[in-house]
């Protein structure tokens, strides 16, 4: 059956940053976008970014932009997210997840309904 497994995440300082890794199994990696969510405490779940199957497209969500970079390794059937410069506010629960197509280009395409697999999270805390 179709896994896909984050890890990566820990407790940091403000300032500091973290890679996250998502590993999938049990599908053709390399068919489907991709994508980062997290979800705080108290809230919804919210798209970080998308990346399609190549890896040439990306789309962020406007808040995010600048700090996330999203990328996939086909090879290892790995999708990253890397944060820098990390807040307070970004403590939340991120989960990686396969979406249904391969596109990528609008706010739609971080819409949780837009994908089928999803990890169990890792969880970021980050301290002041």
């Known amino acids: 059956q179709v896994q896909v497994v984050e890890s990566g995440g820990g407790s940091v300082q403000a300032g500091g940053s973290l890679r996250l890794s998502c590993t999938g199994s049990?599908?053709?990696?390399?068919?489907?976008?991709m994508a980062w969510f997290r979800q705080a405490p108290g809230k919804e779940r919210e798209g970080v970014s998308c990346?399609?199957?190549?890896?040439?497209?990306?789309y962020y969500t406007d808040s995010m932009k600048g700090r996330f970079t999203i990328s996939r390794d086909n090879a290892k059937n790995t999708l990253y997210l890397q944060i820098n410069s990390l807040k307070p506010e970004d403590t939340a629960m991120y989960y990686c997840?396969?979406?249904?197509?391969?596109?990528?280009?609008?706010?739609?395409?971080?819409?949780?309904?837009?994908?089928?697999?999803w990890g169990q999270g890792t969880q970021v805390t980050v301290s002041s």
């Open positions: 990346i399609i199957s190549s890896g040439q497209f990306t």
């Open positions: 049990g599908l053709t990696f390399d068919a489907n976008a």
């Open positions: 997840a396969v979406k249904k197509d391969n596109y990528c280009s609008a706010s739609w395409s971080v819409r949780p309904d837009q994908y089928n697999y």
